[in-house]
């Protein structure tokens, strides 16, 4: 049994479709990354395996409860950690936590342990009497992921919980990601980050306006671009100027110009750079960087977009 | 379970703010003692608390047969309040305005009216103001009832030549008189209650106590519809959703926080004013706690609908706002309905807060029983179970 399943999820809002026809899964016991721009339909997908939304067609499951048959036990078996802060400001982390794992059904000396243990996860023990809403937002962050620990669930949803934090508590999370999963819990993560995609995910999905544009694990994707290496040039003159007769050069696959910046898919790049340098000098165009990059889920989802994954 | 630990999550929040508790209790009694100090001013309620006129009485031999009778007569009396004093006191009290009359009963009175010789009560009393005339008047029907008493027995031990008929002739020609004027007495006592039914029914708190109590019931929906719109904006709300909680259990934990916090304010206001200020809430016990249950349920599910239609914590404010002065003014919280008249007295009849003032004050100032808020606590009910279905599909509607 899939941990989640997700087939032909479908939202609408009003005529706009925030997430069409969207199909994946995850196995039991892994991570799956969600990558995807801003405004791909991530959150509205969560929103859906959550039961905050209502989808328009399809449908997913939690650990094979469908979220729109049996919602109760779905919602039972799954953590949630929404993309915004949802704690009591008013409250201490230790009140907070201590009242999100009574909304789970945990009572008593249960609780009060289950509460310790995921004080000591999140790494705030020391800090568990403050108000919540005197933390740092990498503090809130933590605890915000916390809620969704108590009663340790057999999925976990994550929506972009590394989003605008400090890079020591992006650590301590990504690392806790590891851990949960090493423990045996599945892991949906959500995230416009392809690095964090690639480094926790068994499987990742790539959603751009929304829908699926491609799923497997990350070699998989990365295979998708062949010997594609990425190449990223600027230059002391306007793109325009030059970017045909490089679209023609032999050897590029995909040309784009962004921000006055030059990104292009070349199948060897010892072998096509020469060319790109004469062209520019038979233009009088003169390139002042170059940055070659291996095949990456960006170059992925350059290959399949041909945007950037991060504007 | 759940249910009770979100509605604990919430009055902890609401009670952790120390202004809150100003709002909901220090202000309402406040505003209580004020505006019973302000219907004090225009009830003359002050007498009617014991209307009867002070009278002090001077007298050297309370013992003797007449002097005893005509006291118990005067004592029982429904519009003479009697002070027994020395002549001294008595004139101290007159001049200080602590009695409206002084009467002094002379030395050997009761022998020298029995023995047929002259004698004469002398009273002192200022006879240009009103109190001193109705003093005079009253208590002349006595005394020539008590001098014709004597003069009745005498007649008839004289025509029995008996001597020893005297004594029971006296009492019985008394005994009819005081039959008599027990009529009398009655027509004073009556014209008195008339009075005294103005609409604070003889303490002006009857009317502030119950008002204001009525009035920040619903003032404290600013702090409890607040939680609502807070669990909204901290994104808390769609955490609950996501949780195993379903709705109806959010709806029913917020709506007993607002219930238990309504409630228990009110029960404090009820406690102060019978404590504090002798409004009799504890004169129909039950019927002041299914009116005040009654109530907290009208203004919670009220609550629940301000805090589910408010947006942000202003809207709150504005809305509880409207509610508080629209049904304190239309309801008859701040003057009784009566007093209006007119369209104004109809519509406002017809509203909740209208409902909660008739069930207390059918308690407090007409003195009826428990059967007499029924109406009250059933409207209040209905009015409960509409605000709250509304609330209930507003909150299925909302935008999460
Ligand atoms: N309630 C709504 N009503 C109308 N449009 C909505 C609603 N919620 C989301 N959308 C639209 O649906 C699209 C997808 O939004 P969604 O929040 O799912 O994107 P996302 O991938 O999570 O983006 P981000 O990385 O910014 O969080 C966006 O264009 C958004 O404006
Ligand atoms: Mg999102």
Same mark, same amino acid.
């Given at each position: ?12 809002? !009003? ?84 009242? =999100? ?15 310790? /243990? ?75 980050? +392809? ?10 999905? %790539? ?16 295979? +998708? ?20 007769? =490089? ?14 910046? %030059? ?15 004469? $062209? ?32 | ?39 004090? !001013? ?42 027994? +004093? ?11 305005? @602590? ?25 002192? $009393? ?50 009819? =008189? ?33 008002? %204001? ?17 807070? @669990? ?16 109806? /259990? ?51 599910? +009220? ?34 309905? @009566? ?7 109809? %519509? ?25 808020? =029924? ?26």
């Amino acid at each position: 049994m899939n941990a989640i399943e997700v087939k032909n999820l479908k939202k609408s809002f !009003g005529d706009f479709q925030a997430v069409q026809d969207a199909t994946f899964s995850a196995n039991a016991g892994e991570v799956l990354s969600l990558l995807g721009p801003n405004g791909a339909g991530k959150s509205t997908t969560i929103s859906m395996l959550s039961g905050l939304l209502t989808p328009t067609g399809g449908d997913a499951s939690i650990m094979g409860h469908s979220v729109t048959k049996e919602p109760e036990l779905a919602k039972a078996s799954l953590g949630v950690v929404p993309q915004d802060i949802a704690l009591y400001p008013d409250l201490s982390a230790r009140e907070n936590l201590v009242f =999100w794992g009574k909304m789970y059904g945990l009572r008593g000396a249960a609780l009060k342990s289950r509460v310790d /243990e995921v004080l000591e996860i999140i790494g705030l023990t020391d800090r568990q009497k403050d108000h919540v809403g005197k933390f740092s937002g990498g503090m809130k962050r933590r605890v915000n992921i916390g809620a969704a620990l108590l009663h340790k669930p057999d999925v976990i949803i994550m929506d972009e919980p590394t989003v605008g934090i400090d890079p020591q508590s992006r650590r301590h999370i990504l690392d806790n990601v590891k851990e949960l999963n090493r423990q045996g819990m599945t892991v949906l993560y959500t995230t416009h980050y +392809m690095e964090e995609a690639a480094e926790l995910s068994n499987h990742i999905a %790539i959603m751009d306006k929304g829908r699926v544009i491609a799923y497997g694990s990350h070699d998989e994707l990365i295979k +998708m671009v062949g010997q594609e290496t990425r190449i990223d040039v600027t230059l002391n003159a306007e793109a325009e100027k030059i970017l045909d007769a =490089w679209r023609a050069t032999e050897g590029v696959a995909r040309i784009d110009s962004l921000d006055g910046k %030059i990104t292009a898919l070349v199948d060897d790049s010892n072998r096509v750079l020469p060319r790109l340098f004469d $062209a520019a000098s038979k233009h009088g165009v003169r390139i002042t960087s170059v940055d070659i990059q291996e095949p990456n889920l960006e170059t992925v989802f350059l290959h399949l977009t041909g945007r950037a994954l991060r504007d | 379970m759940r249910i009770l630990d979100l509605a604990l999550k919430d009055l902890s929040q609401m009670l952790r703010d120390k202004r809150s508790l100003f709002f909901i209790v220090v202000m309402p009694i406040i505003f209580t003692l004020f505006m019973g100090f302000a219907f004090r !001013g225009i009830s003359q309620s002050d007498e009617e608390v014991d209307n009867r006129i002070p009278l002090a009485l001077v007298d050297p031999q309370p013992d003797s047969r007449l002097n005893k009778m005509f006291f118990t007569r005067l004592d029982s009396s429904g519009a003479i309040k009697v002070m027994v +004093m020395n002549e001294n006191e008595a004139m101290d009290a007159f001049r200080k305005g @602590e009695v409206a009359g002084v009467l002094v009963i002379p030395d050997g009175f009761s022998e020298q009216v029995e023995a047929g010789n002259e004698a004469q009560l002398n009273l002192i $009393a200022e006879t240009s103001s009103s109190e001193g005339q109705s003093i005079y008047q009253l208590l002349r029907v006595p005394i020539s009832q008590l001098m014709s008493a004597v003069e009745i027995a005498r007649i008839s031990a004289d025509l029995q030549s008996n001597p020893a008929e005297y004594s029971p002739a006296i009492e019985l020609a008394w005994s009819k =008189w005081d039959e008599n004027s027990k009529l009398s007495l009655v027509s004073v006592e009556q014209a008195a209650t008339e009075k005294s039914s103005d609409w604070t029914g003889g303490n002006p708190y009857n009317q502030a106590s119950p008002g %204001i109590l009525v009035q920040f019931a619903i003032f404290g929906l600013i702090t409890s519809a607040q939680i609502l719109v807070q @669990e909204r904006k901290t994104r808390t709300l769609q955490r609950l959703m996501t949780t195993a909680m379903k709705p109806w /259990e959010i709806v029913a934990g917020h709506l007993l926080a607002m219930f238990t916090l309504t409630f228990l304010q009110t029960i404090l206001l009820v406690v102060f004013g019978q404590l504090a200020l002798n409004v009799n809430y504890m004169r129909e016990p039950l019927g002041t706690l299914f009116v005040c249950v009654a109530l907290g349920l009208w203004v919670a599910s +009220m609550g629940l609908l301000i805090g589910v239609i408010a947006k942000v914590d202003e809207q709150v404010i504005l809305f509880s706002m409207i509610a508080m002065f629209l049904f304190s003014a239309l309801g008859g919280l701040w003057f009784p309905l @009566e007093a209006a008249g007119g369209a104004f007295a109809a %519509i406002g009849k017809a509203m909740p807060s209208a409902w909660a003032m008739n069930g207390l004050q059918n308690i407090l100032i007409r003195g009826l029983g428990l059967e007499s808020v =029924w109406m009250a606590v059933g409207m209040l009910s209905a009015y409960a179970l509409g605000f709250f279905l509304l609330a209930v599909w507003r909150f299925g509607k909302m935008d999460v």
